[in-house]
């Protein structure tokens, strides 16, 4: 979880590899209207993220009721939408992927066909709630790097 940009689709999509785990991108459950709206630089708002969340926790129901093991990359900005993932189910590990917003800033203005408006990251470290309960990663590390922290977090199975 975190900000666009911070590297949750490129990390997560390595960690799922790296643990022979599926991997989902919460930004292919956005609605075409989300999508607009980030496209022209307009944030969205609890409304708009309300069924977006909830189709994300029934997909990990499915998962977990099938015993298959995922990796879920999703901004989950505030402390509310991850308390609706989590509720779907009951082994949940929450990695907060943390950069600057400089660090940031510069990865998303090199960001080619993706429907986030670099306009919107402002507002996304506004609404950001720091998690309490999340294995915190600085972004900034090598991929490598942090893909050895979350296998060692998996491994030691601390969940939550």
């Known amino acids: 979880m975190g900000v666009a940009g911070v590297g949750k689709t490129t990390i997560g999509s390595l960690v799922a590899k790296k643990l022979a785990w599926k991997f989902i991108d919460a930004d292919d459950f956005h609605s075409e209207q989300n999508v607009s709206k980030m496209r022209q630089g307009t944030p969205l708002t609890d409304s708009d993220r309300e069924g977006w969340l909830q189709d994300i926790a029934l997909e990990l129901q499915k998962f977990e009721k099938n ?8 901004s989950a900005l505030k402390e509310s939408y991850r308390k609706i993932i989590t509720n779907s189910s009951s082994n949940l590990y929450w990695v907060f992927l943390k950069g600057s917003f400089e660090l940031i800033s510069t990865r998303l203005s090199s960001r080619v066909d993706h429907f986030m408006s670099p306009m919107l990251l402002k507002s996304q470290f506004n609404a950001l709630e720091e998690p309490a309960d999340a294995l915190v990663v600085d972004s900034s590390l090598p991929p490598e790097e942090i893909i050895s922290i979350i296998e060692k ?3 030691l199975g601390n969940p939550k």
Do not use: F
Not at 67 to 74: D, E, F, H, S, T
């Open 153 to 155: 977090l998996v491994m």
């Open 67 to 74: 015993n298959i093991n995922v990796v879920l990359a999703c």
